[in-house]
């Protein structure tokens, strides 16, 4: 008998265990809801201590909109004009799942939302700090029916586009703005337009012009060499004799110094007109600097316009220098597409900023582009050199214009 009663014992003890197990989850999901409901009715209520005191200290909140990722002190001072003016959010769950970790320290979970935006999804984690259950990571997102995703995603396409090339800006610690369009498209697309139309120094990207000019008023021809004198030049690469060809490739600025000065400034300006390059401050004194400082200014859009006109023939140049020109261009041939342009890189009241000034032909298509770039940094410019053709073949790729690496 005593063997049988231990048994029975035994197994109450044992069958007990999951028992309160189970109800210790139970209390503890209750406590959760409770921390997460009170959390949403602080918002409603417009108590913004209460609300950001019930974040972990390095707690994060996401938004539903792609910028929108913020660290608890972010959140607190984006947030505290909506509580003050009383015009806060009403997140009213009626659908949550709750899972709590073994250590019961940590539980996450996801709930449905009845909000002024319709149907929104949260989820996150709690973390157990110092007894009290506080929120680690909160993600606010809207919940789009699959039957209508594909309007939204066009809908939402611009704006998605933005952030996507930022990236590629951010990539390269730099700012700026890229701006294309399509060979028989007029329409233009890109990065930060507020910039197309602002007006920049031309610097090297101006050696196309200057080389179009050149060959049409035959100060020199395709075989032109020019002679180096010997004298100390900034980049050991200019410091000998360069086929035109070669000047351009090496960015030679003595060379296309010495052909402004062949061409003169009457000629200059009027074979500017002619080919329809604006903004460039031309005279005597200064046609072989215009292009590298002063009063000179070409936007962004004029510069993408020019390289479209030159292009498609239409410069009421010869042909044939054209299309000498467009030789001269071409920077890099890969398999599926080749990439044709300048850079440039000039100094405006002490800030660096950079061009790199083309097209790419692709699968039969043609784009063209130009690019932008300052440093965020302008006390760090030792990649500033490559990352102007690094992040115009990074806009590229991102926008799917040519393959991925």
């Given at each position: 008998?005593?063997?049988?009663?231990?048994?029975f014992?035994?197994v109450?003890?044992?069958?007990?265990?999951?028992?309160?197990?189970?109800?210790?989850?139970?209390?503890l999901k209750?406590?959760?809801?409770?921390v997460?409901?009170?959390?949403?009715?602080?918002?409603a209520?417009?108590n913004?201590?209460?609300?950001?005191?019930?974040?972990?200290?390095?707690?994060v909140?996401i938004?539903t909109?792609a910028?929108?990722?913020?660290?608890?002190?972010e959140?607190s001072?984006?947030?505290?004009?909506?509580f003050?003016k009383?015009t806060?959010w009403d997140?009213?769950?009626?659908?949550?799942?709750l899972?709590?970790g073994?250590?019961?320290?940590?539980a996450?979970?996801?709930?449905?939302?009845?909000?002024?935006?319709?149907v929104?999804?949260?989820?996150?984690?709690?973390q157990?700090?110092?007894?009290?259950?506080?929120?680690a990571?909160?993600?606010l997102?809207a919940?789009?029916?699959?039957?209508?995703i594909?309007?939204?995603?066009l809908?939402k396409?611009g704006?998605d586009?933005v952030?996507?090339?930022k990236?590629?800006?951010?990539?390269?610690?730099?700012?700026?703005?890229?701006?294309?369009s399509?060979k028989?498209d007029?329409?233009?697309?890109g990065y930060?337009?507020a910039?197309?139309d602002?007006?920049?120094?031309?610097?090297s990207t101006?050696k196309i012009?200057?080389?179009?000019?050149?060959?049409?008023?035959?100060?020199?021809?395709?075989?032109?060499i020019?002679?180096?004198n010997?004298?100390k030049?900034?980049?050991?690469?200019?410091?000998?004799?360069?086929?035109?060809?070669?000047?351009?490739?090496?960015?030679?600025v003595?060379c296309?110094?010495?052909l402004?000065?062949?061409?003169?400034?009457?000629?200059?300006?009027s074979?500017?007109?002619?080919?329809?390059?604006?903004g460039?401050?031309?005279h005597?004194?200064?046609?072989d600097?215009?292009?590298?400082?002063?009063g000179?200014?070409?936007?962004?859009?004029?510069?993408?316009?020019?390289i479209?006109?030159?292009?498609?023939?239409?410069?009421?140049?010869?042909?044939s220098?054209?299309?000498a020109v467009?030789?001269i261009m071409i920077?890099?041939?890969k398999?599926?597409?080749?990439?044709?342009?300048?850079?440039?890189?000039?100094?405006?009241n002490?800030?660096?900023?950079?061009?790199?000034?083309g097209?790419?032909?692709t699968?039969?298509?043609?784009?063209?582009i130009?690019?932008?770039v300052?440093?965020?940094?302008q006390?760090k410019v030792e990649d500033f050199?490559?990352?102007r053709?690094?992040?115009?073949?990074?806009?590229l790729?991102?926008?799917?214009?040519i393959?991925a690496?």
């Amino acid at each position: 008998m005593k063997i049988v009663i231990s048994f029975f014992i035994v197994v109450l003890f044992v069958s007990q265990q999951p028992l309160d197990a189970q109800n210790n989850n139970d209390s503890l999901k209750i406590l959760l809801n409770q921390v997460l409901d009170k959390w949403h009715h602080d918002a409603a209520t417009f108590n913004h201590e209460v609300y950001i005191g019930a974040m972990t200290d390095n707690g994060v909140f996401i938004g539903t909109d792609a910028t929108e990722n913020w660290t608890r002190a972010e959140f607190s001072t984006w947030s505290k004009p909506y509580f003050d003016k009383k015009t806060t959010w009403d997140f009213k769950p009626f659908n949550r799942h709750l899972f709590v970790g073994e250590n019961v320290a940590t539980a996450w979970f996801d709930e449905l939302l009845d909000t002024q935006m319709g149907v929104c999804r949260g989820s996150g984690v709690l973390q157990k700090v110092n007894s009290r259950w506080k929120i680690a990571q909160y993600v606010l997102s809207a919940t789009i029916p699959n039957d209508i995703i594909k309007n939204v995603t066009l809908m939402k396409s611009g704006s998605d586009s933005v952030l996507l090339l930022k990236s590629v800006f951010d990539r390269y610690n730099m700012s700026g703005t890229t701006i294309i369009s399509q060979k028989d498209d007029d329409r233009c697309f890109g990065y930060n337009a507020a910039l197309w139309d602002s007006g920049y120094l031309p610097a090297s990207t101006f050696k196309i012009a200057n080389m179009l000019i050149g060959l049409e008023t035959g100060v020199i021809d395709t075989g032109y060499i020019f002679r180096w004198n010997g004298e100390k030049r900034r980049l050991p690469q200019w410091e000998q004799d360069l086929s035109l060809r070669k000047a351009f490739q090496v960015s030679c600025v003595p060379c296309f110094q010495e052909l402004a000065r062949k061409i003169g400034s009457d000629r200059m300006i009027s074979y500017l007109g002619k080919i329809g390059y604006p903004g460039m401050d031309v005279h005597t004194d200064n046609i072989d600097l215009f292009w590298l400082e002063g009063g000179s200014r070409i936007t962004p859009r004029q510069q993408m316009q020019f390289i479209r006109n030159l292009y498609e023939g239409r410069l009421r140049l010869k042909p044939s220098v054209i299309q000498a020109v467009k030789e001269i261009m071409i920077n890099e041939v890969k398999d599926n597409y080749t990439l044709s342009g300048k850079t440039g890189w000039a100094i405006r009241n002490g800030l660096n900023y950079g061009w790199f000034v083309g097209y790419v032909e692709t699968k039969g298509r043609v784009y063209y582009i130009t690019t932008l770039v300052e440093p965020n940094d302008q006390e760090k410019v030792e990649d500033f050199t490559v990352a102007r053709k690094l992040v115009t073949l990074g806009v590229l790729r991102c926008l799917k214009l040519i393959p991925a690496e």
